[in-house]
């Protein structure tokens, strides 16, 4: 199977969860919209063109006729396919049920420079982000890392599911990354109360094909447009 994953060429955002298990899943994929005219194929697709049920917004993932939106449903179809999941459905749902985690997580992190509205610049709402950013990093961090770090302490072993990787480590990873990206000053202090968290964020940037990707040109750079900003006003 050739995926197609269509997401905004310029930054990571959403579509670099998608990525990150592709690149571990060793998966045969098309980054669509970074090639060539793949920004009119992305849009065609979100207005429906050729098939019935049209996505709300990126990621998309085209499997053969099949097409899927959402990052936690994409990891989900994904899983099994690239071995990213064990295989019973209970293990399956609990991992969709983290995931959904992670997507309620994220959430939050855009809140941080986007608070009232994303239709409006940064600029026009830096005082209500960096009261935000102050109460998410008080109150949200602890719970949603905190979270993390008692799933990891009660697995069994070094990943989510023990010892074999699946796609809610690679997520993991992503969120630290992110973290360490916008807020670094308090990251750093925060990382000593995630031992176990931290530990598979390395572990994570250890596995071969991971590392080969970070070290590529297909791993998009943080920057200002993205989930993860980092604004030093915000950071403590």
């Given amino acids: 199977m050739r995926y197609g994953l269509y997401y905004w060429p310029e930054i990571q955002g959403r579509g670099e969860f998608v990525r990150l298990a592709l690149e571990e899943g060793g998966a045969d994929y098309v980054d669509v919209a970074r ?3 793949g920004m009119a194929a992305m ?7 050729g098939i ?3 996505p709300y917004a990126p990621p998309i993932l085209k499997a053969g006729k099949l097409v899927v939106a959402q990052t936690a449903l994409i990891l989900h179809y994904l899983g099994p396919r690239l071995r ?3 295989r019973s459905e209970a293990d399956r749902l609990w991992a969709h049920q983290l995931q959904l985690t992670v997507t309620d997580f994220v959430k939050e992190i855009h809140d941080t420079h986007h608070p009232i509205s994303t239709a409006l610049y940064y600029e026009d709402q830096r005082p209500a982000a960096k009261r935000y950013s102050a109460e998410f990093w008080q109150n949200r961090v602890p719970k949603f890392l905190g979270y993390f770090e008692e799933v990891l302490e009660n697995s069994g072993g070094p990943h989510v599911f023990g010892r074999k990787v699946s796609y809610v480590d690679l997520s993991l990873f ?3 990354e992110g973290l360490r990206y916008a807020f670094p000053r308090r990251m750093k ?4 109360k995630v031992p176990r968290l931290i530990g598979l964020r390395d572990r994570v940037a250890r596995r071969p094909r991971i590392a080969a990707y970070l070290a590529s040109d297909r791993r998009i750079p943080f920057n200002e447009s993205g989930i993860f900003r980092h604004y030093k006003e915000l950071d403590g």
Avoid at 43 to 49: E, H, M, T, V
């Fill in 189 to 192: 202090r925060f990382e000593s």
């Fill in 84 to 86: 990213l999941v064990p």
């Fill in 35 to 37: 090639r060539g005219s």
């Fill in 174 to 176: 992503q969120i630290v």
């Fill in 43 to 49: 849009s065609r697709l979100l207005d429906g063109a």
């Fill in 52 to 54: 019935k049920r049209a």
